[in-house]
Every structure is written in C-alpha cells, then in structure tokens.
C-alpha cells in the first residue's frame, strides 16, 4: 500500500516545511482571537499566498504558537496591540512582519473589513 501525501508529511521532522505546501510565500495572519479579522485576511489573500490565521491572546481559537512562527515567512499583525501582545515571544528581528492599524469592529468578510486590509496592504510583497 502507497503512503498518502499526509503520512509523508507528519513523518517529517519539520511538518511546517514540506514540500507538498508549495512555493508560494506563506504569510500568517494575527488578530486577538483568530476568527474575525486575521481570518478575513487569511481568506482573501488565499490566492496569492499560503495563508494562516491565528491569534494574539491566549483565548485565541489558535493561538500564535512557535510553529506558526517558524512556519511564516511574514507575519502580518492586524494592528498594533496584538503585535505588542507577542512582542516578547519571538525574534520579530528575524522575522518580516507587518503592522497594520485595523480596529476590532468588523464581522468576519464584512465589506468595510477587506477594505482597510487592501488599502493598507496591497502593497506588500
């Protein structure tokens, strides 16, 4: 019997880099909780990038962990309470990350929410 592509890669030491993700770049998006803007976010840059969503607080449905960390190759913050929240965790010097100024006042895929994050990050590459 064949291996399947997941078998293949939780029998790496690395899950987070495999080869079956692909080479776009993958970018994780964090908000407080990770449900309503960072998914957003994760949602409507899907096609560009390896997306992620996460969040910044404990209570967070995923939480920032090491591996999501490891995984990114930028990390983008909704704005700058929750960049602050995880400042001390990680060596943000060798990560490229991004700080955006998006309140917590929008609905998941509300029209005004994809708006602020296109206007402040449409030109990120």
């Given amino acids: 019997m064949s291996k399947t592509l997941t078998s293949l890669i939780y029998e790496c030491s690395c899950p987070w880099d495999n080869p079956y993700q692909g080479k776009d770049k993958k970018v994780l998006f964090v908000c407080s909780a990770g449900i309503l803007r960072s998914a957003t976010a994760a949602r409507i840059y899907a096609k560009k990038w390896n997306t992620r969503a996460c969040g910044s607080h404990p209570f967070a ?10 995984w990114a190759d930028m ?19 060798e990560k490229e990350h991004v700080v955006l100024d998006i309140p917590d006042m929008y609905e998941h895929m509300h029209p005004k929410l994809i708006e602020c994050f296109k206007e402040q990050f449409s030109d990120v590459e």
């Fill in 75 to 93: 990390v983008v913050f909704v704005n700058k309470e929750n960049f602050k929240a995880v400042e001390d965790l990680f060596p943000w010097d």
């Fill in 61 to 70: 449905l995923i939480p920032l962990s090491t591996n999501l960390f490891v």
